[in-house]
């Protein structure tokens, strides 16, 4: 089976720092996409970075520059480190795996292994 299990969140001051990250066991990453999701209650879910089996990398224009997405296979972990925080970044934080074909992040596919979230708070 597949389990997700998130850590690092909390609370921070504008302008502040975080490293998100998700530990990841009963797969292996290279059949993967991996994704980094935030939501805010009452609002959509919004997939901030994802990251393929070939290492290349996506982000939502309001974090690029900002983030970094990340992954070490050999510790099967997912990484986000976020800088230069900003108070529009508050929500809880989700890693998801998409089992695409190849695991490209291309072509996602309607199914994913979600972890159980993390709490981000940035204040002003």
């Known amino acids: 089976q597949v389990q997700l299990v998130e850590s690092g969140g909390g609370s921070v001051q504008a302008g502040g720092s975080l490293r998100l990250s998700c530990a990841a066991s009963?797969?292996?990453?290279?059949?993967?996409?991996m994704e980094w999701f935030r939501q805010v209650p009452g609002k959509e879910r919004e997939r901030v970075a994802t990251i393929d089996s070939a290492g290349r990398t996506s982000y939502t224009d309001s974090v690029k520059g900002r983030f970094t997405i990340s992954q070490d296979n050999a510790k099967n972990t997912l990484y986000l480190q976020m800088n230069s925080l900003k108070p529009e970044d508050t929500a809880m934080y989700y890693c998801a795996a998409n089992p695409t074909p190849y695991g490209y992040c291309s072509d996602p596919i309607g199914f994913r292994y979600w972890g159980q979230g993390t709490q981000v708070t940035v204040s002003s």
């Open positions: 009963g797969y292996t990453y290279s059949a993967y996409c």
